[in-house]
Structure formats: C-alpha cells, structure tokens
C-alpha cells in the first residue's frame, strides 16, 4: 500500500474562501457598494480608489459625502494658533472638484460637514466644500464651546439644496444666502443664539432646539409658506410673539420660555400671538411645572385645529377660538401647581380655554358642563421635602367630553 498523500483540500478551501468573500463584495451593484462605501470619511473613500479598476471612481458615487475637518488639524484643534495640513484638505477638495467635472458621477444626496465655524482657514474650505458637492441634505456640526462665539457667518447654500440642519452650541445662527436659500424647503437649528432671520420663501419645516432667539419673532415676515413649526427648550427675548402664517398645519412648542432680556424671576411676561386659519395640530408643552416662564397672554384663533394637548404653561389670559363648536376632537389639557400659584388659578385658565373650545355654552355653564371630564389627583413632589405641600394635578380629557357631542 502506498503511502497516503497530505491532504490540501482544508487549505484550498480557506484561500478559496477568502478570494470568494473579496470577490463577492467586488461584484456586488456599484450603486451597493457606493451606499456602504459612504459610511466612511470621504477622504477614506477616495483612498478606496486604488485598490483595483472595479473601485477606481467609487469616490465619484457616493450618496453621502462626510468630511470632518477636524481631522485635518496637525496637532491640538486652534482656530488661531492651529496647524493645518491644508495640502490633503486641497486634494479633498480636488477630488470632489473633478467629481462634480464627471458627467458619469452620481449626485451627492447628503452633505455631513464638521468644522471649527470661528476657524476663518477651515471657513473657507467648508465653504468651497458644499458648493462643490451640491448636496439636497447639508449637516453642518461644529464643536462644543466653553465660550461663546461672537463672530457672524454666512452659510451660501448650492442650488439643489433643500434640507438644512445646523447644530453649532454657543454660535450665532448663519446668514444663510446663495442660490439655493431661495429654494429651502427644511430647516433646523440647534443649541444656537439668532440675533436675524434669513428670507426663506420657500421653507415648509422649522425646528428650533435650545435656541436663544434675540431678533423678534414674526415668521411670517420671513418664511410665510411654512406648514410646521417645532420649537423645544428654546426661549424668546422679546415681551411680543406675533404667528401669523396662513398655510401653518403642525405647531409644537416644548419648553417655550417667552420673556425679554432672558429674565425668568418675575413672571408673567411673554404675549403670544397665533393666527393660522389651516392650523391642524397645537401642542404646548413646558414639561415640569414651573420650568418655564408664566405668559402674560395667550391667543389663538385656528378655525380648522383638529388636536390640542397643553400642559402645564400657565397663562393670565387665555382667548382660543376654534370657530365652531366640537372642532377639536383630540387632546388634553393638563395643568399640575406649583408654589408660585393656587389650584384656583389654573381652574380658572382651564375655564378660560374650554370657554374657547366650546363656543356654543354659555360661560356660566362650562364648569357644569365640563365637570365629568375633568378630574383633580395629588401628586408626589420628589423636589420638594416638606410633606404639607401638595402637588395637585388638574386633567381635562378632551376627547371624551367632545364624544359627548356637547
């Protein structure tokens, strides 16, 4: 018997199973790999193109362009004393020159851009950047500061822009400007400080979160197309807030302190204003009582408003109009003491509003009326050691006395 030979079929079939793994992402649609290739930094994916023919333009596919400018720091991150490596910042640059020159090339759905904004160097080539990329979505992040920056800037948006998200903490808003500002179609910004609004004339969406608002607020003035408005712990410095925006259909305001100069200590004192004859859906939310300033006035006229929750933000006056009788369907009114008030104070502003609500009874007649629907629990105060002091919480159910077909 001869001996046996060694078998090499285990080790064929690891290298041919590495080959194949290779082989299978290479030949998966350019379209797939250009998606998974987009979930790294731009610059690694230009440096994808050398690996063989079948990846020599994949940096010309993309759906998603990021770019972290941070990155590009020789050191310690410096808006003045920090040492850039501009020579791979420009061959970044050239790469998304010549794929904007390559009429073969996919559009860029998604811009997601980081920066030193009080960086005058870095500044310039985000700039370049989003006009070369030409992207319908721009993400704009800048870092966390201790300090604040005061210096302004303009964000030039590119002509397919639509989407704009810019998240800069203790920065001023940008001047948003260019071709594509006129064609803005969604925008939101967070954790910053806007002293003047841009002339949006096509926005639909707005969302505002952690913002310090120092220009008066009329977005009407400036974006009257606007369909949603979404404004979370975020606070108004001026006494007056006039909304007046006829094609508003979705209105969310969550922690909304309204007060001039920033003074939270001597309340009431935001006048809030809303005028929005398509108005669908109203939601006033301040969170824990108290948490934000009292309004010195409310008022609202929504002839079509389908939806209201509001929830503990306490008005001296209230005046709704919902123009007919049994409009709203859906909601609550939901309104828990605090120290600074008695649980008269908030009957009174949930008659106030349910007056409104319910144009067709009489004022002397909604506390009878609304009685069955309206329910009065104590609550814990984890906040508050002395065991005296209850927190009562006062509940309408919108929905079931509308049932009623009162």
């Known amino acids: 018997m001869g001996r046996r ?20 992402i290479t030949a998966l649609p350019l379209d797939l790999r250009a998606r998974i290739a987009s979930l790294l930094n731009y610059w690694q994916v230009v440096q994808l193109s050398v690996l063989s023919q079948a990846w020599r333009h994949i940096h010309h596919h993309t759906p998603v362009v990021k770019i972290n400018l941070y990155d590009f720091y020789l050191g310690e991150p410096d808006p003045v004393l920090g040492l850039l490596d501009e020579p791979s910042i420009l061959s970044v640059r050239v790469a998304l020159g010549r794929r904007a020159q390559d009429a073969s090339a996919s559009r860029v759905d998604t811009l997601r ?23 319908r979505y ?3 992040r800048a870092p966390f500061l201790e300090e604040p920056v005061r210096d302004a800037w303009t964000l030039d ?22 071709p594509g500002a006129a064609a803005l179609r969604k925008l939101d910004l967070d954790w910053m400080v806007i002293r003047e609004w841009p002339h949006l004339p096509s926005l639909r969406f707005l ?29 108004i410095e001026h006494a007056r807030v006039d909304i007046c925006l006829p094609f508003l ?15 939270c200590q001597v309340p009431p004192f935001g006048e809030i204003t809303i005028d929005a004859p398509e108005l669908l859906e109203l939601d006033v939310n301040c969170g824990a009582p108290g948490s934000t300033a009292d309004y010195k006035s409310f008022t609202l006229r929504a002839p079509r408003l389908h939806f209201l929750f509001w929830c503990n933000q306490f008005a001296e006056r209230v005046a709704i109009d919902v123009g007919r009788p049994g ?3 859906v909601g609550a009114i939901v309104l828990t003491t605090v120290y600074t008030r008695e649980l008269k104070d908030y009957q009174e502003q949930m008659m106030r509003m349910l007056e409104g609500l ?19 629990e104590e609550c814990d105060d984890s906040d508050d050691d002395d065991e005296d002091d209850k927190v009562e919480k006062l509940t309408c159910d919108i929905m079931a006395l509308m049932s009623r077909g009162i």
């Open 358 to 376: 319910l144009p067709g009874v009489p004022p002397e007649s909604i506390a009878d009326v609304s009685k069955p629907f309206i329910t009065l």
């Open 157 to 178: 948006l590119p002509p397919s822009a639509r989407d704009l998200e810019v998240i800069a903490r203790h920065h001023p808003a940008p001047a948003i400007a260019g």
């Open 249 to 263: 259909r979705f209105m969310d305001l969550d922690g909304l302190d309204v007060n001039p100069d920033g003074r």
């Open 113 to 135: 851009l980081a920066y030193l904004v009080d960086d005058r160097r870095l500044r310039r080539h985000a700039d370049r950047i989003v006009g070369l990329t030409d992207a």
């Open 207 to 235: 969302s505002l979160d952690k913002v310090t608002i120092k220009a008066s607020f009329a977005p009407g003035a400036w974006c009257p197309l606007l369909e949603e408005l979404d404004i979370s712990c975020s606070r």
């Open 327 to 329: 409009s709203v369907k």
């Open 138 to 140: 721009i993400r704009i």
């Open 5 to 24: 030979r060694p078998c090499t079929s285990k080790k064929a079939r690891n290298k041919a199973g590495d080959d194949s793994t290779g082989d299978r």
